[in-house]
């Protein structure tokens, strides 16, 4: 619309644009369309060749080649000492062999020399003496003993514990109070004579564990681990109400460990080690003193003569 002008004329009235009109009509402030600008003007011009790019090229590349240089010589180190370890690894595994098989030499020779001492000894004595002294080494586990009986087998049940929850609680592994526990329950179900995975016990036996190894008597068993005990017929049913038998088939049932009893019959038993007794000696007495003063030393009836402790027990 126009407006008469004073002189009779027309006047073009102008209008002010809306401001909501105006927005729709341009959203984007015009600095987004200079910065967009200037990026496509940057892009399009060559990349700048200044001592600046050409040193940091430089350094990455001097890093590369140090770090492939360090890895060479790593690798032709490890390389080189390979050899030197895989013969003194070679070395131990054969050391260890030859003094296994020396040692199982020696074992089969002293089991040897046992029964000719044996032999000659019942050679020696009278047959009643003879048979007195082969009860008393099978009670007292120096001699070899066969009979029936039961065999109870322990072993390590697989590893099924939950890393998160902890599920399977209890040790998946036979303990060597397990092993004390069946041997002490066999003891008292009247067994005569037990043994280990055939290692005798004696009543200084000892079971104990070092590290994950298990010692009887000092000496290493693995499982899985089987008791062999001799004695009566009713040792079977007697063992199976003892309390450790029940401790034994919960664990197992918790756990996954393997325990299991069978009845064994013409079961044979090594005999045992001979200790090594050493034997108490009276203390020598002071001489009397002259002043015949009993405050001091005591002689030889003053006071009882002291002994030192025997080795024999544990």
Do not use: C, H
Not at 78 to 83: I, L, N, Q, S
Not at 257 to 282: H, I, M, N, W
Not at 291 to 300: A, E, L, N, P, Q
């Amino acid at each position: 619309m126009s407006a008469p002008r004073p002189g009779g004329g027309r006047q073009d009235r102008v209008y002010a644009p809306d401001f909501l009109t105006e927005l729709f009509r341009n959203p984007l402030d015009p600095g987004y369309a200079d910065a967009a600008a200037a990026r496509r003007g940057a892009a399009s011009r060559p990349p700048a060749r200044g001592w600046r790019a050409w040193s940091t090229r430089s350094v990455s590349l001097v890093v590369v080649v140090m770090l492939g240089f360090l890895f060479a010589v790593a690798y032709r180190q490890t390389m080189a000492d390979e050899p030197g370890r895989s013969q003194a690894r070679s070395g131990l595994v054969a050391q260890i062999k030859e003094r296994e098989s020396q040692t199982d030499r020696l074992s089969t020779r002293a089991d040897e020399l046992r029964e000719e001492v044996s032999r000659q000894r019942d050679a020696a004595l009278s047959g009643t003496a003879a048979a007195r002294l082969r009860d008393l080494e099978a009670g007292t586990g120096l001699g070899r003993v066969r009979g029936d009986g039961v065999v109870v087998r322990l072993a390590d049940a697989p590893d099924k514990a939950d890393a998160v929850t902890g599920a399977g609680a209890g040790p998946p592994r036979v303990l060597y109070s397990d092993l004390q526990g069946v041997a002490n329950a066999l003891w008292s179900a009247g067994a005569e004579a037990i043994a280990i995975n055939g290692q005798r016990l004696t009543a200084t036996s000892t079971i104990r564990s070092a590290g994950e190894a298990m010692l009887v008597d000092f000496r290493p068993v693995t499982g899985p681990y089987e008791v062999s005990a001799i004695g009566p017929s009713s040792m079977r049913r007697k063992f199976d109400d003892s309390r450790n038998a029940a401790l034994m088939r919960e664990v197992a049932q918790k756990t996954g460990l393997s325990f299991g009893v069978r009845k064994a019959d013409d079961l044979t038993l090594p005999a045992a080690p001979e200790p090594q007794l050493r034997y108490a000696k009276p203390s020598v007495s002071p001489s009397p003193s002259v002043s015949g003063d009993r405050s001091g030393s005591s002689g030889s009836s003053g006071s009882p003569a002291t002994v030192s402790p025997s080795g024999g027990g544990r």
